[in-house]
């Protein structure tokens, strides 16, 4: 009889350790609204390049249908991984937008062959991505995914 009040007592300890540590790990877990809104950035910017690219692809060839599946689930696995705190998502994130920055450039010289809802919408994307770059960089994001990141393992 008294093992069993030993065991439940136990079990009893384990659970509550369990629980604070939960408790714990929830207020690391806490995305901060900064996160939030960049991934709200981002994907109103991955929804922009979904209508372009539609736009664009020449569905006729097969190799396009898992091409725009394979940006789809990019797009997508960045804003998870980002969302989940993963740090190299984070900077993952500010390398795609620094390399869409990069050939700005270029398409500003190409500028006179694109319709005015396409300068637009590319307007529209570089807004929005370089917002969720912005607002990974800001001190509230970055000290939260410094946290997840020593807490890892």
Request: hydrophobic share 55%; glycine share 6%.
């Amino acid at each position: 009889m008294q093992s069993h009040a030993l065991a439940g007592e136990i079990t009893e300890r384990g659970t509550l350790a369990y629980i604070e540590r939960m408790q714990s790990s929830r207020d690391l877990s806490a995305c901060p609204s900064t996160v939030k809104a960049s991934v709200v950035f981002w994907l109103a910017g991955c929804t922009l390049n979904v209508l372009r690219v539609v736009r664009e692809f020449d569905w006729s060839d097969w190799v396009m249908y898992p091409t725009f599946s394979v940006l789809i689930a990019l797009w997508l696995s960045v804003a998870w991984f980002v969302w989940r705190g993963k740090r190299w998502a984070q900077w993952l994130l500010l390398g795609l937008v620094a390399f869409g920055m990069l050939l700005l450039p270029r398409q500003a010289l190409r500028l006179s062959e694109f319709s005015t809802s396409e300068i637009v919408m590319a307007g529209m994307l570089v807004v929005f991505h370089v917002t969720a770059a912005w607002l990974l960089l800001t001190d509230s994001a970055t000290n939260w995914f410094r946290k997840k990141s020593r807490n890892v393992g």
